[in-house]
């Protein structure tokens, strides 16, 4: 696993606070049954997923939660581990010599019912993403296959598509054009196999429910509790079962990051991804098996473009430019953020190998600080000299010591450079990410982790069909420069891409804050855990060594 210490400076007291009932108090010798029995001499990690998902089904999922778990529970033809793709589903693959055709054996693997895994339960899986009525959110993933884009658009019929299975352990792609990233993002969650017969039991809740959760990972769902907890259990039928060391893995649902740093404290949990940021300098200094990941991700803000004011770009540009980005990651995140200027973060790479972020340049924003007299004079154009008569706004977050410390940063930068005051609303998770589905808002938190690593990954939230857009943002010009891009090579495809981010940072339905860091903490008996590059975890290789 990669780590990398960032130097941080300022200390901080500790939030005590109660931890949530229902934690396992012992991780290597305790694990608890569905019918509540005590196994003893179990390999089990409580791991906190801080929230509930809102949904664990692979077609359906967009959030990093679900990821978590998803990546746990299912295989795909692909998997990454330590960094490197690895023939996971697939035991054997060729590619034709035009890039186009990607033929993929399957190895001999079961289900977690002991049924064997099918090429057709591959097809399955990838037709029903790409089924409008599915209205999976990255639907868009598929459509580097041959005629995916026009199926789902109403122009072919679903046997035209590009996807078939030749016979039970032949599962064949053809593309409608080389994509040489095409590999690393089969492993993404809308390109695991399914099961139609569990899913067509109940398709709104069959992935929570132990009894048609059927899987293809070293894990399987075996108990679900709202709001509480998950469970997954070994997955005894997974063809590489001898390297999963773990029997259980809990994860829990404790949103609040003081109150899981106190749990992980007293180790009642094992793992955990988030802590408050003022904890974060005395952790760096104190705690050894404190870490900061590497992320490719972006935290934003969304303006709701269909409601006024922020439907007018100048208030856009105003808000945007009046925030300090610099004193968010250092005085309040403290966990080595990079204050953001264009939407895609730094570590992806252009066709000659560029960092597309320091070649795309920084579109005049002054991470320092803010361009406070700029902020103003837009805002007096758009009729609001010193913010006078600017109408009463809420800027939304999801409950979190992190969101709102941030929120409220912004919230008094408003106040203090363009003399508007806006008010704070949180919502739990679920709603939340409902509400900015909807347009149930003004101003909103957002944040995107990249699905696979390249620029147009990110760009792509925001084309007009994107189940992602939650700005609701529409620019045809836009939506041509991505749709070209993924049919595009070399430096074209670069230009595309580059003009693609121009407008979304001319137009602003969104506009970044910072680039993601990874701050984690793993109790050091956990041994070989791992995220992929898109920071999902991976436990299938992972033990408990005390």
Known sequence: MFKKKIALVVAAMLMVLTVLAGCSANSKDTSQSTDGNTQLGSAVLNFNLAADPRTIDPSLNDAIDGSHVINNTFEGLMREIDGELQNAMAETLEISDDGLVYTFHLRDAKWSDGQPVKA????????????????????????????????????????????????????????????????????????????????????????????????????????????????????????????????????????????????????????????????????????????????????????????????????????????????????????????????????LKDSAGNDFNKTAGDYGVNVDGGNVEEAKKLLTEAGFPDGKGFPQVTLLYNTSESHKAVAEAIQEMWKKNLGISVDLTNQEWAVFQESRKQGNFDIARGGYIGDYPDPVGLLELFVTNSSNNDPHWSNPE???????????????????????????????????????????MAKEYVKNWQKNSMSYWYFGRTSIEK
């Open 120 to 347: 057709q339960d591959f097809e399955y899986g990838w037709k029903r993403v790409l089924d409008p009525l599915t209205a999976a959110p990255y639907a868009p993933h598929m459509f580097y296959i041959k005629n995916a884009q026009a199926y789902y658009e109403g122009k072919a019929s679903i046997e035209d598509v590009g996807i078939h299975s030749v016979d039970d352990k032949t599962f064949e792609i053809t593309l409608k054009t080389p994509t040489p990233y095409f590999l690393s993002l089969i492993t993404r969650g809308a390109f695991m196999p399914l099961r139609k017969d569990m899913v067509e039991k109940s398709p709104e809740g069959w992935a929570k429910d132990p009894a048609t959760a059927i899987s293809n990972g070293p894990f399987v769902l075996a108990e679900y509790t709202i709001g509480d907890r998950l469970v997954l259990r070994k997955n005894a039928n997974y063809w590489d079962a001898e390297k999963t060391k773990l029997d259980q893995i809990n994860y829990l649902m404790i949103i609040e990051a003081s109150t899981a740093l106190t749990a992980y404290d007293s180790g009642e949990i094992d793992i955990i991804n988030a802590m408050p940021a003022q904890e974060i300098p005395r952790l760096m200094k104190e705690d050894p098996t404190f870490n900061v990941l590497p992320q490719l991700g972006t935290y934003y803000l969304i303006f709701n473009v269909n409601k006024a004011p922020t439907n007018d770009v100048k208030v856009r540009h105003a808000l945007a430019l009046a925030i300090d980005r610099k004193a968010i990651t250092e005085s309040v995140k403290k966990g080595g953020e990079i204050p953001a200027t264009g939407f895609n973060p730094i570590g």
């Open 478 to 520: 836009y939506d041509e420069l991505i749709n070209q891009s993924r049919f595009a090579k070399g430096s074209e495809r670069d230009e595309l891409i580059y003009k693609a981010q121009d407008i979304l940072m001319k137009d602003l339905p969104v506009t970044p804050i910072y680039y993601y860091t990874d701050p984690v």
